[in-house]
């Protein structure tokens, strides 16, 4: 019997040492959750600024004399824009809406010169603001877009005015009433394509070019006019060309959580 006492001692201090032991182990936590992919799926507000450049082309139907833009050259914008992504994988659609001030409010001159009798004659437009509607459509490589853009957009201008630079006599658009196409804005088509980063969590910082197409304008000069009267003036190939560097500020509304 003593002996049967002492192998059952030993016995239970084997185990309570075993058990001390395996209670004084350390508790393996569990693995972290992993990290959400960061998604361009929000909606987004931000700012931009660049140049852009305008082109336009006028002939007249009296004496066929085409006037070339002479004055291309690049102006100021700055303005904002707001929009929506929804990314698919790798794919990002959405749509945006811009609108920019044009600095300086430049003015296009187009120059021509009808015959020693009649005189050097410049027609004058005066790009104020472009506003563009378009959908964006690219592919996400993680905090990199690549995107392009297609849609529609207008130009407002003002003070459309036909001069005679040798007599000092000009008549504007908007000064008679039964003139065609003389409103204070013109639209077209846009295409363009840039590339956007998003460098935290909702910054995001963006370069683009646009190109906006523009349609015709008709300049009928009233057979009343102190210049040119009875000749027609009309538009060609008119677009202006933009370059653009914005920010964004990217919302996760209905998106995954960011990083």
């Known amino acids: 019997m003593k002996f049967q006492a002492f192998v059952a001692s030993v016995a239970f201090s084997v185990l309570g040492t075993a058990v001390a032991g395996a209670a004084d182990m350390a508790v393996k936590a569990p693995p972290p959750p992993p990290v959400p992919m960061f998604s361009w799926t929000g909606f987004y507000v931000g700012g931009n600024i660049g140049g852009a450049w305008s082109n336009s082309n006028w002939t ?34 959405g749509g945006e809406w811009d609108f920019d001030w044009a600095g300086n409010n430049n003015n296009n001159n187009n120059n021509g010169f009808i015959t020693p009798r009649v005189g ?86 963006k370069f683009e070019y646009e190109y906006l197409g523009l349609g015709n304008r008709t300049f009928f000069i009233p057979a009343t006019a102190p210049i040119l009267p009875g000749d027609t003036f009309s538009s060609g190939n008119r677009n202006v060309q933009m370059v653009k560097v914005g920010f964004n500020y990217l919302f996760n509304w209905g998106a995954p959580g960011r990083y």
Do not use: M, P
């Open 120 to 205: 050097n004659i410049v027609v004058t437009n005066n790009n104020r603001w472009i506003t563009t509607v378009a959908a964006r459509f690219g592919v996400a490589v993680d905090h990199w877009l690549l995107y392009g853009k297609a849609g529609g957009g207008w130009v407002g201008n003002n003070n459309l005015t036909v001069t005679n630079l040798t007599t000092g006599v000009s008549i504007t658009c908007g000064s008679f009433s039964t003139l065609t196409n003389c409103g204070n804005n013109t639209g077209g088509w846009l295409v363009g394509a840039g590339f956007e980063y998003a460098f935290t969590n909702n910054w995001t910082v």
């Open 60 to 93: 007249d139907t009296l004496f066929l004399t085409r006037f070339n833009n002479n004055n291309n050259n690049g102006i100021f914008i700055g303005g904002g824009q707001i929009g929506g992504n929804y990314q698919v994988g790798q794919f990002v659609i």
